[in-house]
């Protein structure tokens, strides 16, 4: 297997030595940009990136800026670095397709397994993972989701939402362990976070949205086999 590309993304030079030393002692190739427009142009000419690191402030063109414009045209995973903990920063994240968020200061171990889950569950270690359930069809390793033979456009946070929901089946969830399977943290923020996922999800769905059905005081359930 090529090894995984990570573009690192911090105005601080002594942050990008810190994340990389740690991220290619995993066997990592990483790339670093310390600016946004630089990390914009890394981006395009790197046509294979697996994931991306990037911290919210920095000059030129903040985190946010390069995160929209990179959604734009690429689903790759994600992760914020910030030195906020505003939980309204979070929810524009989520909003806007970020993956992971991880507070300044942290661990780097912490980082890099948040970095190894991600690329494990887009199923680049299990490339003939497919999961399928009333006309819902996951193909982890071309991180593609169909109904009824039609691709569905999801965020990498939504296609990992309706994979954990197909891989428990039958199962009531709750929210909690919904946040900590899902978003792989303990997420210390608003639980509708999940509530505005899984409403956007229902309705990219259409009539396979009433598959996910809500536990009341609880959490979610999914049943592929039942239709009201």
Known sequence: MDTLKILVVDDESRMRKLVKDF???????VLEAGNG???MDIFYEEKDIALIILDVMMPKM????????????????IIML???SDERDELLGFDLGVDEYI????SPKILVARVEAILRRTGQNNPEDVISAGGIVIDKAAHLATVDGKPMELSFKEFELLTYFLENQGIALSREKILN??????YFGDARTIDTHVKKLR????DKGEYIKTVWGMGYKFNGELMK
């Open 203 to 206: 309705s990219k769905m259409g």
């Open 23 to 29: 991220l290619t002692k995993k066997n990592f190739q």
């Open 181 to 186: 399977s899902v978003w792989n943290y303990d």
């Open 62 to 77: 903040d985190g946010w800026e390069v995160c929209r414009e990179i959604r734009k045209n690429s689903k790759v995973p």
């Open 103 to 106: 507070s300044k200061p942290f």
């Open 82 to 84: 910030t030195a906020r």
């Open 37 to 39: 427009e630089e990390a």
